[in-house]
């Protein structure tokens, strides 16, 4: 594996693959990785010849009270993981040359309407700092093709809609959210959990589970139940954020004839915010 920095090696190495005729598949992470990011590294070795990963911790996606700095750096622990996978380049880029001219002055991508909603709302301007850096390492790596967890549900719509928007010539596959024994979604953000807190955490996977049970069933009181997942999960010990049931395409709460559904909660369990969805397909 071939760790790069600086982006004039990158494309030079990409050049060449390019001529070779080879696909290359690109995973951007925030490092600290687990069996979720690996997984998705594998189903994009299983597409293409050759495999990107990038590690940065993107600044312009956390909120002023939000977690930057401490954020969880594990760099050689990841990146034994990723060599004993066989990933092809390590791009490890830093904030002065992703953003050379400050954050103050880069120039955003915004997806409107999909940006503003549910994690949107409670995260004012995440979107665009997902956008704007996922944007930046399409346009460094030149990818056939891209691969993102499920878990998080929003940022996939919304860069899907960046793409087909902007005209990128990629294609972006979701990958199924990778789970703990007892359903909690993989995430970095884990690591945050006390013991206490973590033997909870899966009741919010449960909670989604339950709703989506419900709908199944024929249940169609969308406010009823969401308000009463909201309360049980009060009861056991979360700050719920929200709660919600919404179309799998427009992110927007569904009308009568829709099929295709993402339950959606974020909820926070002390210091940590804890997010999952599960997707229902109505007969």
């Known amino acids: 594996m071939q760790q790069i920095s600086d982006i004039t090696p990158l494309r030079e ?16 992470t925030m490092g600290n990785l687990h069996k979720g990011h690996l997984h998705l590294v594998e189903q994009a070795k299983e597409h293409a010849d050759i495999v990107v990963v990038s590690i940065f911790v993107n600044p312009l996606q956390f909120g002023p009270d939000e977690d930057l700095a401490s954020y969880p750096r594990t760099m050689e622990q990841d990146m034994a993981a990723l060599e004993a996978l066989g990933v092809d380049v390590l791009f490890t880029p830093k904030a002065d040359d992703i953003y050379s001219r400050g954050l103050e002055k880069q120039t955003f991508v915004e997806v409107p309407g999909l940006s503003y909603m549910i ?42 809609a960046m793409v087909t928007d902007l005209s990128m010539n990629l294609q972006i596959f979701g990958v199924p959210t990778v789970r703990e024994h007892d359903g909690l979604a993989m995430s ?24 989506s049970e419900n709908i199944q069933l024929g249940r169609r009181d969308f406010s009823r139940l969401i308000h009463q997942s909201t309360e ?31 339950i959606l909660g974020a909820a926070f369990l002390g210091k940590t915010r ?9 007969e």
């Not at 970095?188 to 033997?199: A, D, F, H, K, V």
């Not at 804890?274 to 109505?282: A, H, R």
């Open 232 to 262: 049980e999960l009060a009861e056991a010990g979360f700050t719920v954020d929200y709660i919600d049931i919404r179309s799998v395409e427009s992110l927007l709460s569904p009308g009568h004839e829709e099929t295709e559904l993402v």
């Open 119 to 160: 994690c949107g709302a409670s995260r004012p301007g995440h979107f665009r700092g997902v956008a704007t850096i996922v944007c930046k390492l399409f346009n460094m790596v030149q990818p056939n093709m891209a691969f993102f967890g499920e878990k998080d549900f929003q940022q996939l719509q919304v860069i899907k």
């Open 13 to 28: 190495i990409r050049r060449k693959w390019q001529n070779d005729g080879k696909t290359i598949a690109f995973v951007p």
């Open 274 to 282: 804890l997010i999952d969805n599960i997707q229902v397909t109505l």
């Open 188 to 211: 970095s953000r884990n690591n945050y959990l006390t013991e206490s807190e973590r033997q909870k955490a899966p009741a919010l996977y449960s909670c989604l589970q339950k709703l």
